[in-house]
């Protein structure tokens, strides 16, 4: 035995041995984790027991990090594709990177300098847009986002919109002291481990765990009572539940009174350009700041919203203001919408959950929260002056994600879902839902995306953000003519709230010329060809059309990857980047940080090994490419750059020159004193990897509990510069961007209106203040007696997207997907456990084998998402099971739909652009052939592919 | 006797694989490693496990239950691998109860494996003896470990701590206080091999609402619980909680 080198954190070294610490991505948890390297290679990952995320433990994606260093799927060149070589074929020449920034770096110049808008970057799984977002922006071109649209932006818009605040990074369960949670549409999906230690916590301290999901997979196998609900109808049974709630007076009122719009009056009088809005005493302006009015019943007269001496604000009623007004509360809205659309027996009906299910689990959530109440002794003080000598909680607490967000009725579900939570009085309390900092922010947050094509110039970065949060239409980004100048459509009249961009409609509309014909399209860590898209066969056909003059539709594709996924066999540039264990990254307050309920966190990754010759970051990609092109704020006026490399970067750029905000909030100022605000320190890296990478600041007690309107915590959070102004962020039971929106389309409204019929009728029906639920857009355009079943995915645990078919272990875990239906559907069908049968939507088929569950909806098949590959895609066999057995669903998704008047719009949610990949509908027979279809010819690897295959075995 | 062993809660498996493939990874360094795979990136890769996930179905819709369940070697008492292992590769050592193989005298013949009752014995066919969950014995008395980390993988890893370790002989011990209090068992208790790895039911959390909780505040709540009523017929009065 060697000699102990070294000890770090009680582990002894030998020689040859490091222990490390940096921030997990094998999923976008973020979780910290340890590594053990030997002889500069990885031995073991383990979870960092003082990570806040995780608490030490960690996930089978996690575990399974060291088999990534190791896939066979690893580019280590840049690649062209090779003259005259078709795009899928992977066929590619090596190149250097000299040249590979030569061809990239003239073409963005001449695009930068002619119409930067020509140039289309988007990507996925990245955690890093602080930079990526900032880049785009100082290169003038608006086609910029990230994958939120595919993803969740339902699930974040919808509650951003309506209490300040969204769930996983931004806020979540207080698992801690709840005493009943449900869970909506949770699949593996967000957060990973911390729920898991979350749904630990609960089951020692006997709280109750509801499941509502069509699937019981996962957590719904740990969950005390499951509710099969039929897919997309989550919104009627959280209306259902309002109603039970409301009828029984299971509401918090003072809650409601102080903390949400509820009390606050609309103007109910029809035809005005003040329907539908707050009543304003003199009439004064709709604005994102007024105050609003409530019914004072002492007085009997409008007083200004919020808890002043005395002062009885009315909950419900319809009264007459001084100016011959009439008004209703929102609450009183709320409830006529409740009590008049959702019966039971019609939820009931829509749902395919039992009235007594319903009506059971709304009385136990409102005897529980109105009943098991948590009083903490905490001082605080609200926005109006009150001071609170405890602070009060109901336990029950509510989660939703991507069952709820991935439906084109998903944005006023989750209003739905947010206005429950309101109700029941269970935002920012001990035992309900928390927020983590940065949120609350203003409801929404302040930066809007930029509204004006005409600040889209050569040579010009962009004045505002590509991404924001409109209030009213004025903030879309339009042509004269009301045309999208996005090659998305995102921030336009068919999709408007689009926080998080509309990446779906990226390749179909490039393709399309429709806004326009773009130039470049840059992909960063995302599987468009493949499984991030809605109906992939024409995805990979659009990415390979030609013009008549044999040039390509889209003319020119860039990817970054690390790995050889189906995607990158689609590109005419690759650029080889690095994995999680060999870069710096930041998990930035400026993106989406670590934080937790009790305060702000954030964290970085560190290199602990070296990447393979050949690869490099993309963010040092990014800042060489940005000093080349001297693109402002990389460079100075004189096209000199400023930072050397990403690490640079990382530590000395600000948000501003005055402004001593950047990446990372731990360790600022040169003495490293400060945090959030002060200098650049030239030692922060260090201090993080001294603090095993990660950064937690914990906010005194009075700061941690009802943020929305506790002033001590607004002045606190506008100080650090976390939110640009701190009055009360009132939550929205009623919301006035969506009616200011709907007075636009009813041509009410003064200033910009929608220009056709479709959007009015669009924006009219579907920006209702009030939550309601719709059926899923698909429902009308496909004939609903020949396509009856609803088809979905779930994540599973062991695998995130496409990225883990290459792990030797984890794809021994999962290899082969199977379309799991339920025997009840199965008999009606007459389809055999195990048979291969054809799935078929209204625009194409697949062939799946299906195993019987009783553990889904009958209404309802799934199947886990991403396992299918193409053949060879990943440096598999071609002849592995992920391509000849397994399969891909996104090939029956409609990328989009008729839009009711003789054209297509995208297969989205109508307000923010989320992608509706949960709504398909589909029929299903038997086979007479076995194994999946559709096949793709196998892909071949490219040069520069290395298999470093550490684990094979080698029989005796 | 001291006895070690795992104490798995199925209440809080939620089936995500955490402790198996932190299992593989540990022991594919560890001293009882490697744990190799066949074929890893061909048609139908297989490897060595010492700790696999196998997910149920009980019950028919709507009452259906899905439970996930963790697999390893249940370290028994009266291990009848022990017993028939011809070269005395495969032991139990008296200082802690853990059934081990001595890989140098073991000579792959497999009868361990087919007297095995729990299917826990995984034969290395590229070394060509039968390997198996060791509790982590090279980590559990590593003093080259931290202390809090000399524990076995699966527990450390796993994300709901739905595993406990410990000695199930020691009525102090977490693992017999989480056996005692929730209801632990033994599976297939009649197998003959007394094993010493126990399982938590699932247990079901239920919350009874009677009809004075909710009748008797909600008198004056909204009324209209389940009537149809027209916009302008809605009887509103505002009795909610906290007001």
């Not at chain 1, 103007?267 to 105050?291: I, K, M, P, R, Y």
């Not at chain 1, 100080?719 to 200011?740: F, G």
């Not at chain 1, 239906?821 to 054809?838: G, H, R």
Request: hydrophobic share 35%.
């Amino acid at each position: 035995m060697t000699e102990i080198s070294s000890e770090v954190d009680g582990h002894k070294l030998y020689e040859g041995q490091e222990v490390k610490y940096t921030t997990c991505y094998m999923c976008a948890c973020r979780c910290g984790i340890k590594v053990t390297l030997e002889d500069g290679k990885v031995k073991y990952i383990q979870g960092n027991s003082s990570h806040p995320t995780n608490q030490g433990v960690i996930c089978a994606k996690g575990s399974a990090g060291p088999m990534k260093q190791v896939s066979p799927a690893r580019i280590t060149k840049p690649l062209l594709r090779k003259e005259g070589a078709e795009r899928g074929k992977a066929d590619f020449e090596e190149i250097s990177w000299e040249r590979a920034y030569d061809i990239l770096s003239k073409r963005l110049k001449k695009i930068r300098g002619t119409d930067p808008k020509k140039l289309a970057f988007f990507t996925g799984r990245d955690q890093m847009q602080a930079l990526t977002s900032y880049w785009a922006k100082q290169f003038g071109t608006p086609n910029f986002a990230a994958h939120g649209g595919f993803c969740s932006v339902n699930m974040a818009t919808g509650m951003i919109y309506s209490v300040g605040g969204t769930s996983w990074e931004f806020g979540g369960p207080d698992w801690d002291r709840t005493k009943y949670v449900i869970l909506f549409g949770v699949a593996e999906d967000h957060d990973s481990n911390p729920m898991k230690l979350g749904i630990g916590k609960l089951k020692d301290n006997g709280g109750k765990l509801v499941a509502v999901n069509p699937v019981q997979s996962g957590y719904g196998a740990v969950a005390d009572e499951w509710v099969p609900i039929r897919p997309g109808t989550d919104g009627a049974l959280i209306m259902g539940m309002i109603h039970v709630l409301i009828s029984n007076g299971l509401y918090d009122r003072k809650f409601l009174l102080t903390q949400t719009n509820a009390p606050q009056l609309v103007v109910v009088d029809e035809g005005g350009a003040d329907e539908g809005l707050f009543w304003q005493e003199d009439g004064a302006e709709d604005s994102d700041t007024n105050v609003n009015y409530v019914w004072d019943t002492v007085t009997l007269s409008p007083k200004p919203f919020g808890s002043h001496a005395g002062v009885k604000p009315a909950l419900v009623g319809e009264f007459k203001t001084p100016d011959g007004k009439t008004v209703k509360t929102s609450f009183q809205l709320l409830t006529e919408r409740v009590l008049n659309d959702y019966s039971l027996e019609k939820v009931s009906h829509i749902t395919k959950v039992p009235i007594e299910q319903i009506e059971r689990i709304a009385l136990e959530i409102g005897v529980t929260a109105r009943d098991e109440t948590i009083t903490l002794p905490i001082e605080w003080t609200d926005a109006w002056g009150n001071h609170h000598t405890k602070v009060d909680g109901n336990p029950v607490a509510i989660h939703g994600m991507r069952g709820l967000a991935a439906h084109s009725n998903g944005f006023q579900t989750v209003r739905a879902l947010s206005a429950l939570m309101m109700i029941l009085g269970i935002i920012d309390r001990p035992g309900g839902f928390r927020h983590k900092p940065p949120f609350p922010r203003p409801i929404p947050p302040c930066p809007k995306p930029i509204d004006d094509p005409a600040l889209i110039k050569p040579n010009t970065a962009l004045p505002n953000p590509e991404l924001g949060f409109p209030t009213k239409p004025e903030n879309l980004l339009l042509e004269d003519d009301g045309s999208p100048v996005r090659i998305d459509k995102a921030f336009s009249w068919e999709f408007p709230l689009t926080a998080h961009g509309m990446i779906q409609n990226v390749i179909t509309n490039a393709y399309k010329a429709d806004p326009y014909k773009i130039d470049t399209l840059i992909f960063f860590m995302a599987n468009m060809a493949w499984n991030s898209s809605m109906n992939t066969s024409k995805m990979i056909e659009m990415l390979k059309a030609k013009e008549k003059d044999g040039s390509h539709k889209i003319p020119f594709l860039v990817v970054s990857d690390a790995f050889f996924s189906e995607q990158v066999a689609f590109a005419d540039l690759v650029l080889p980047d690095t994995t999680y264990l060999e870069r710096y990254d930041v998990i930035s307050l400026l993106d989406r940080p670590i934080s937790e309920y009790t305060g702000i966190a954030d964290s970085i990754r560190q290199p602990v090994i070296d990447p393979p010759e050949g690869c490099e970051p993309f963010q040092e990609t990014l800042i060489k490419l940005a000093n080349k092109l001297g693109l402002p704020g990389f460079c100075d006026d004189g096209g000199k750059p400023k930072f050397k490399d990403y690490k640079d970067f990382i530590i000395n750029w600000t948000v501003a020159p005055d402004t001593p905000v950047g990446f990372l909030s731990g360790w600022r100022g040169k003495d490293g004193r400060d945090h959030l605000i002060g200098e650049p320190n030239p030692n922060q890296l260090d201090e993080y990897i001294k603090n095993k990478c990660f950064f937690q600041f914990e906010l005194e007690e009075s700061l941690q509990y009802n943020r929305n309107i506790n002033q001590g915590y607004l002045n606190w959070a506008l100080d650090h510069k976390l939110i640009r102004r701190n009055d009360p962020i009132v939550m929205r039971l009623y919301s006035e961007v969506m009616q200011r929106f709907r007075l636009s389309a009813k041509g009410l409204r003064p200033g910009r209106q929608p220009e056709t019929k479709l959007q009015r009728d669009r924006i009219a029906k579907y920006f209702d203040p009030i939550p309601f639920w719709y059926p899923p857009l698909e429902d009308a355009t496909v004939d609903g007696k020949k396509y009856t079943i609803h088809a979905i995915t779930q994540r599973p645990m062991v695998m995130y997207h496409s990225w883990d078919s290459q792990n030797a272990w984890l794809r021994q875990v999962i290899g082969q997907n199977f379309m799991y239906m339920n025997p009840i559907k199965a008999a009606e069908l007459n389809i055999d456990d195990m048979q291969w049968a054809w799935v078929e939507s209204a625009h194409g088929k697949i062939r799946v084998q299906v195993k019987f569950s009783n553990a889904v909806q009958p209404d309802t098949v799934w199947t886990w998402n991403s396992i299918g590959k193409m053949a060879g895609a990943w440096n598999l066999n071609p002849e592995a099971n992920e391509a000849k057995k397994a399969f891909l669903l996104n090939h029956l998704i409609a990328e989009e739909i008729p839009d009711g008047a003789g054209g297509v719009v995208s297969n989205s949610d109508p307000i923010t652009g989320q992608a509706g990949w949960y709504d398909l509908k589909v029929r299903i027979y038997k086979s007479d052939t076995e194994g999946a279809w559709p096949l793709f010819d196998p892909i071949k690897p490219p040069p520069g592919i290395i298999n470093l295959s550490g684990n094979e075995g080698k029989t005796k | 006797m001291k006895q070690l062993a795992l104490v798995i809660d199925l209440y809080k498996c939620v089936g995500c694989h955490a402790c198996a493939v932190n299992c593989k990874s540990w022991n594919s360094t560890g001293q009882f490693g490697p744990l190799k795979d066949h074929d890893p990136y061909g048609k139908e890769p297989t490897g060595v496990w010492f700790n696999r996930v196998q997910t149920y179905e009980v019950g028919s819709f709507p009452d259906t239950q899905v439970i996930n369940f963790p697999k390893s070697c249940m370290h028994c008492a009266d291990a009848p691998c022990v017993s028939v292992c011809p070269t005395n590769a495969s032991f139990k050592r008296e200082e802690d109860g853990i059934v081990l193989v001595n890989y140098d005298d073991c000579i792959g013949c497999k009868y361990c494996s087919w007297a095995c009752p729990y299917g826990c014995r995984e034969f290395d066919e590229f070394e060509g003896v039968m390997k198996k969950c060791t509790l982590c014995v090279d980590r559990i008395y590593n003093t080259d470990l931290p202390e809090d980390e000399r524990q076995p993988a699966c527990v450390l890893s796993c994300p709901t701590r739905a595993r406990v370790f410990g000695d199930i002989n020691d009525p102090q011990s977490e693992a017999s206080k989480a056996i005692s209090k929730g209801m632990g068992y033994k599976l297939m208790p009649d197998s003959g091999a007394n094993p010493s790895n126990h399982y938590l039911p699932h247990r079901k959390v239920s919350v009874k609402v009677d009809d004075d909780e909710i009748t008797v505040k909600k008198q004056g709540a909204i009324k209209a619980v389940r009537r149809k009523v027209d916009v302008e017929e809605v009887v509103i009065e505002d009795f909610g909680i906290g007001g």
